[in-house]
């Protein structure tokens, strides 16, 4: 009876022991393989952060890259593609690769969205944009010493811009306290809570017109939640995108720039001559290295005795090449702009009378009457060759070839006749931008044309127009062939120096999405 019970004890024992084994080794596991998740993602978190910075490091490599691409000289660029729209070059480019996982390929992207007939964004192109397709609002004020008024009506164009707000911003950047008809200055600033001041300066970033007077983030970025430059469909369905105008859905940034400049360099990277050189003997031996001796001596005639303008029987000489010239003068006449050469006369003296008589002289670009189909071979070499300011570079004007039809709009002297004709031309331009026709890589081809005339292109549309500048933005996005841990950056990069600057950068990676991986480019695995 003792020995049964022993033995019932014992048995209840080893079940209990056996029960806790079982409960020991469930706990261990269930303890392992907490551990080993948590290590794997740990492990993940860890590898999606290298991801992420190296992604960081592909687009430091990408705003290099194109800073390299940009340091060739214009004909090098034009063989390698250009810059519009450029896959070759500009899309899915390898950096960094890992051999042991072919999905593990670091690349970059340069991205840009691509415009329709009339200039409004459209779709994607792998290339820079060119910050003259946009108004500079650090150059309004500037252009309001040239024309009172230019800024207001610039600004006016936009759409769903008012008289308040447009007057606001120019109030905001120009240098002085005294308010405009609509705008504000500092005293209405410090009655915000906080307080703060009107810039009364250039601004450093768009971002600073959300601080202008009635100016919102909708207005100023419209849907583009993402900053891509395109509306993409879920950004449609977030919005009541019925309300807003359809060239307003990316806002006025996508209208806006602060950095536009062109280049006062000749095709060779040399400074153009400036022919309101106050050294008439520089200006000489300037000239002569570039043009005959017809150019040069009205050139110098022209700075010495200023326009002529002779009656219908006066005598004009056409060849100014045997009329002398004073290089010891001061030069006192100046030229407002190049297009000041054309079409106009001089005085020169007789070299054979003794009693240095008058002559008039007429340029050498037109012969009388006007013949405009002379410009198509001469006018180049002028745009080219020649300028009438120091200084390697100026501020941007507007990019009529590919500015948005709203900008456009608003140039001075533009007329809604002359827009159809320029779109009409610009259609066949814009697939191959950096391989137009000589004549049209510089404004005056709307002269060439016969679009305006003279005196309009002259003293109206010049110093508002051209065709190109020499500051662009580059969209660059970092990434990897899985598609995960991608980063975005934008920079804005001056061509006006011999090695590109950088004139401003951010970082948008916190902006996801915008680009998929099919339009960013991969390579297929087989």
Known sequence: MILRSSSSRSSTRQGTILIIVLVTIVVLSLSAYTFTQLMQTEDEASRLMTQRMQSKYLCDSGVDYVRLFLSNNQAT?????????????????SVLADPLNRERVGRFTVISSSMDEIGNAEGFRYGLMDECNKLNINSLPILDLKLPGAGRQLLMALPAMTEDVAD?????IDADDEQR??????????????????????????????????????????????????IDPDELMDSDASSVESDMLLGWANYMTLFSRESNLNPEGLPKININNPDLDQLYTDLRSVFDENWTRFIINYRINGPAFPGEEDPIVKDCSTYPVDLTDSGSNTFNNVLDLVGVYTTGTEPTDLNASDVNLNDPIIQSPVQPENWHFTLPIIMESITTMEGDSFPGRINIMQAPRRILAGI???????????LKVREFELGDPDGVDKY?????????????????????????VCTGGAVYRAEIVGYFDDGVATSRAEAVLDTTVPLPRILFWRDKSHLQGGYSIDVLGIDLIE
């Open 77 to 93: 660029i034009r063989e390698k593609g250009g810059i519009w729209d450029n896959p070759e070059r500009f899309q899915n480019i």
């Open 181 to 230: 008809e609509f705008g504000v200055e500092t005293s209405y600033y410090n009655g915000s809570q906080p307080p703060y001041d009107a810039k009364n300066g250039p601004m450093d970033s768009i971002d600073e017109l959300l601080l202008v007077r009635n100016v919102t983030p909708q207005l100023l970025f419209g849907l583009d939640i993402n900053r891509n430059g395109i």
């Open 412 to 422: 001075p002297g533009m007329t809604d006749e002359y827009i159809d004709q320029i």
């Open 440 to 464: 049209r890589k510089y404004e005056t081809w709307l002269l060439v044309d016969g679009i305006v005339n003279l005196p309009t292109m002259r003293d109206v549309l010049l110093p508002f």
């Open 168 to 172: 606001a911003i120019l109030d905001w």
